[in-house]
């Protein structure tokens, strides 16, 4: 048989009872046969610091490691005041220095996000995807995820209910593991 797709899923927010937590809890479930959904650890990341990009604490060795493991990548982020919330951005920098020896360089990578407001996150996945352009990173373009008005559309035991976004995590995944294998045949 051949090796599963690892799939490196990071979530934006360090909240108990984080929808965007959930949210990637549903993805787990709905990965596509022939892949595997991990979870990156970003709590306690201290925060960056250029002068100690060469010789980082140990938890930014690990993150760079589980990202360059992973086949893909899988961004599940709040919106912050109209962006990526600081923690993610964080992880972000850590792991793409020192220059020349980004974790991110080539990977694939999807986005989806979760917002108690009517935008679902919008503005903070299109900045993430400003970012990937200079992390090199190969996005899935469609289609976009963006749950709105989070509040409706968990259980009170975290289930994500809403049968509109399960289908969009689906398809998601789905396109993400074919990017991903089209990507690794080149
Ligand atoms: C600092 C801060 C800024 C926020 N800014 C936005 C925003 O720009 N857009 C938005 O839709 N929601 C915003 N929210 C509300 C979040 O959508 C809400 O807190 C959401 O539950 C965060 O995701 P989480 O449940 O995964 O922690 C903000 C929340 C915080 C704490």
Redesign the pocket.
Known sequence: MNNPIVILGI?????R???????LKAAQQLAPEGSRLDVADIDGLPGFNQDDESGPPAKVTELKQQIRNADAILFV???????V?GVLKNAIDWASRPYGDSAWTGKSVAVMG????????A??QYHLRQMFVFLNMHAVNQPEVMI?N??KRFDDQGNLTDETSRKLIQQLLQELVRWTKLLQSQ
């Open positions: 979530v934006g927010s360090l909240r009872d984080s929808f965007n937590r959930m949210a982020t709040p919106e912050y005041n109209y962006s919330p979760a917002s108690v407001g009517m935008m679902g996150t503005r903070a709105s989070a509040a």
